[in-house]
T-cell receptor, first 114, second 113 residues
Framework: DAGVTQSPTHLIKTRGQQVTLRCSPI?????VSWYQQVLGQGPQFIFQ???????GRGNFPDRFSARQFPNYSSELNVNALLLGDSALYLC?????????????FGPGTRLLVL | SQQGEEDPQALSIQEGENATMNCSYK?????LQWYRQNSGRGLVHLIL?????REKHSGRLRVTLDTSKKSSSLLITASRAADTASYFC?????????????FGEGTQLTVNP
C-alpha cells in the first residue's frame, strides 16, 4: 500500500503570496494532521481533521487554513506568506483520532518564502 | 511551544556503540512516542510507550518512561551507520476534540562507520 503522499515536494513563493499544499492519506485512514517544521526544530502541530471536521488547531494565525475532502485527502492553505513561513510542512494520517493512534507521516513539502 | 527537550542536542558515536537519547516533558501525558527523521524528510514512527508502562523494547530499541520525573530515554544498541538521523520524542495528550503530537527539539545522531 502507498504511504502518505504530499505535493508538491518543493515550492518557492514570495512574500504576500498564497500557497496550497496537498496531502493524500494512507488508504483507510480518516484522520489527517498538519505540522510545520522550521529548520533545526521539532514539528509543530497546525491542524487535525477527522471525517472532514476540524478536530484541533495549533497556535497558528488565521492565515493558515485547511480542509478535508470526502476522499479524506486534505489541503493546507497559507495566505499572505511571510518569510517566517519557510519550513517543511508535514502531513500525517491515522486511522482515527484519539490518543495512542500511530501517525504516519508523508515526506513533506519544503516551502521557501523569499 | 515545544513540550519536550531532548538531550543531548547532538551525539556522535562509532558503529557498534550504544546511543542514548533523553527527553523531558512538562505536562501530563497519555503516551510518549519516538520518531526518526532522515535528512529533513518525513518522520518514521519507532515506538510508543503508554503512561502506565515503564519500559518497552522493539528490536535494537529500548525506551524507558519515568512519569514522576517527566522523562524518557531511547537506547539504540549496536548502532549502525544507517541509524544516522534526527530523533524526536513526542507526547500525546487528549484534547477536548482530538489529539495532537507535541514534539521536542530533537537529537541529531551521527554514527560513524
Amino acid at each position: 500500500d502507498a504511504g502518505v503522499t504530499q505535493s508538491p515536494t518543493h515550492l518557492i513563493k514570495t512574500r504576500g503570496q498564497q500557497v496550497t499544499l496537498r496531502c493524500s492519506p494512507i488508504s483507510g485512514h480518516k484522520s489527517v494532521s498538519w505540522y510545520q517544521q522550521v529548520l533545526g526544530q521539532g514539528p509543530q502541530f497546525i491542524f487535525q481533521y477527522y471525517e472532514k471536521e476540524e478536530r484541533g488547531r495549533g497556535n497558528f494565525p488565521d492565515r493558515f487554513s485547511a480542509r478535508q475532502f470526502p476522499n479524506y485527502s486534505s489541503e493546507l492553505n497559507v495566505n499572505a506568506l511571510l518569510l517566517g513561513d519557510s519550513a517543511l510542512y508535514l502531513c500525517a494520517s491515522s486511522t482515527r483520532t484519539g490518543v495512542g493512534e500511530t501517525q504516519y507521516f508523508g515526506p513533506g513539502t519544503r516551502l521557501l518564502v523569499l | 511551544s515545544q513540550q519536550g527537550e531532548e538531550d543531548p542536542q547532538a551525539l556522535s558515536i562509532q558503529e557498534g556503540e550504544n546511543a542514548t537519547m533523553n527527553c523531558s516533558y512538562k505536562t501530563s501525558i497519555n503516551n510518549l512516542q519516538w520518531y526518526r527523521q532522515n535528512s529533513g524528510r518525513g518522520l518514521v514512527h519507532l515506538i510508543l510507550i503508554r503512561s502506565n508502562e515503564r519500559e518497552k523494547h522493539s528490536g535494537r530499541l529500548r525506551v524507558t518512561l519515568d512519569t514522576s520525573k517527566k522523562s524518557s530515554s531511547l537506547l539504540i544498541t549496536a548502532s549502525r551507520a544507517a541509524d544516522t538521523a534526527s530523533y524526536f520524542c513526542a507526547t500525546d495528550a487528549w484534547e477536548t476534540s482530538g489529539s495532537r503530537l507535541t514534539f521536542g527539539e530533537g537529537t541529531q545522531l551521527t554514527v560513524n562507520p
